[in-house]
């Protein structure tokens, strides 16, 4: 009996606790909302980035470097005399190959080739929109130059992608308040922010990446200056963000 009295015990005692921690369980319990936010902030570029490669074949490598080295401090006096800043200027990449030509019978030692990337921006085009044409100009009188890439852009775009991470912020918020309406609450608090990305738009409607590869053999009197339409760069942040309801 005595068994029996103390078994009774402790069923009602595990009940208890049971039933403690499910009310523990459910006043514990918080409505959340996970929504996603985007901002887009678009501006004028005051920056180009630009990637050219100087490359020669000769009958040996030192040859076909020297004649490279010519290329490059003609482009580098070019760059001088525009006001394109030392910093802005770097050398990308330097190869030295053998040249092969392949056909039926096989392939042809054409020569050795030597090439050397630069890559160097102009900045403040906004002020002088005619300045990265005139240099364009003066670098395609270069025999064997190839405009690799260009690249419209902000030189100092710290300013763009706070504005773009508010815009997303608030994107979120007044999603977050429209689910919290329908759900018949009221949003209380953040508890929680992951970004996504911030970037540039890859979209080229809007000028900010235009890859370009051609070679630059013409010389500007035969069609004129070049005329480069900068349009907008397109900043946009995506982020996820938590809201606490009740």
Not at 9 to 30: D, E, I, P, Q, S
Not at 65 to 93: D, F, P
């Amino acid at each position: 009996m005595q068994k029996q009295a103390v078994k009774g015990v402790f069923v009602f005692l595990t009940l208890l606790a049971a039933l403690l921690l499910l009310g523990c369980g459910t006043k514990g319990r918080r409505s959340t909302v996970i929504v996603s936010g985007v901002g887009v902030v678009r501006a004028q570029p005051d920056t180009i980035r630009m990637t050219i490669s100087l490359r020669h074949i000769a009958r040996t490598t030192q040859e076909a470097q020297q004649e490279v080295t010519g290329m490059v401090r003609q482009s580098l006096e070019i760059l001088h005399r525009a006001g394109v800043e030392e910093r802005n200027i770097q050398t990308a990449w330097l190869r030295f190959s053998p040249e092969y030509d392949w056909g039926p019978q096989g392939r042809t030692f054409l020569g050795q080739r030597a090439e050397q990337v630069i890559s160097f921006s102009i900045e403040d085009i906004g002020a002088d929109g005619d300045r990265a044409s005139a240099i364009i100009d003066q670098l395609i009188v270069i025999n064997g130059i190839e405009l690799q890439g260009m690249q419209f852009t902000v030189g100092e775009p710290a300013e763009l992608h706070y504005k773009a991470r508010e815009l997303a912020y608030q994107d979120a918020l007044e999603k977050a308040r429209q689910y919290a309406r329908l759900a018949g609450q009221r949003i209380i608090r953040t508890i929680g922010i992951l970004e996504e990305g911030n970037m540039p738009s890859p979209q080229a409607r809007w000028g900010q990446r235009t890859m370009l590869a051609m070679d630059m053999v013409a010389a500007p009197e035969a069609a004129g200056s070049t005329v480069l339409p900068a349009g907008e760069i397109e900043i946009s942040t995506r982020i996820s963000v938590e809201f606490l309801m009740r």
